[in-house]
């Protein structure tokens, strides 16, 4: 039985907020008050986690305060080499710019910024998954050969978001390396004959909770265990406070009975 809170790991789906946004708003009332890179390292350290992949929301306002998709990615390029070796950042969509725009955009995030993948959130760019604007990313994202993050944490089978129709569009990219976030909630079976990653950002605890531990590890392992991605949502949680995300994750984990 291994540790969690002790072997390696990378947490595939977390939040850092740029020094200019807590500088803007020095009295943040909400958990990104806690997403500031320096205090997420002292964790780094504490648990092992040996890199973090930094998410962005498809709002440039949360990751600059110019509201400016090129100032959003080199402040995600400013934290990677403030922090050599530890963080990876995926590139941001700005769902007010024109398609031509975003396409451009997605190329310099690899080619100027030095990003590492591509996170799309459906709900925050009020688009559906299947929209024609998604998929005219996602062949760039596959001709640049970069991972692809699709929140999917969907309110109703509706949902811009819905696993269903996210599972719909993994079909017509066999070849892309897709990762569905938050394992597309308590819709998770319409992901299960699906080829892409899930990563256990934001529900696991919420399964753990209102499902049972039983539960919670019948459905992990359904998925089996190379499909799935450690990763914590820090600092959000819809149902702990940010200082007991970590501890709480591996407290389930090692009830999981993963090698």
């Known amino acids: 039985m291994y540790d969690w809170s002790d072997i390696e790991k990378i947490d595939a789906h977390m939040y850092i907020l740029p020094d200019e946004v807590h500088g803007a708003f020095p009295d943040m009332d909400n958990e990104f008050q806690n997403a500031k890179a320096d205090l997420y390292v002292k964790l780094m350290e504490r648990f092992n986690i040996k890199a973090s992949v930094i998410m962005p929301f498809n709002d440039p306002g949360m990751m600059s305060v110019s509201l400016n998709l090129e100032d959003v990615h080199g402040n995600l390029l400013d934290i990677k080499q403030q922090y050599p070796g530890k963080f990876c950042a995926f590139a941001d969509i700005d769902p007010a710019r024109s398609l031509a725009e975003s396409s451009r955009h997605l190329f310099d995030s690899v080619e100027k910024y030095q990003l590492d993948g591509l996170k799309i959130h459906p709900q925050n760019s009020k688009m559906d998954i299947g929209s024609d604007y998604n998929v005219e990313l996602l062949k760039i994202a596959e001709v640049l050969k970069l991972p692809v993050a699709i929140h999917s944490y969907p309110n109703t089978i509706e949902s811009p978001d819905a696993a269903k129709k996210v599972a719909k569009l993994i ?25 892409a990653y899930v990563d256990l950002s934001a529900i696991l605890p919420a399964f753990a909770r209102e499902l049972g531990m039983n539960e919670c590890k019948r459905i992990l392992h359904s998925f089996t265990a190379d499909r799935l991605i450690f990763a914590s949502d820090f600092p959000c949680s819809r149902i702990l406070q940010s200082e007991d995300i970590l501890t709480a994750y591996f407290e389930i984990l090692n009830a999981m009975d993963f090698s």
């Open 171 to 195: 079909n017509r990219f066999p070849k892309l390396t897709l990762i569905v976030s938050h394992m597309g909630a308590f819709q998770w079976k319409e992901l299960l004959d699906c080829s």
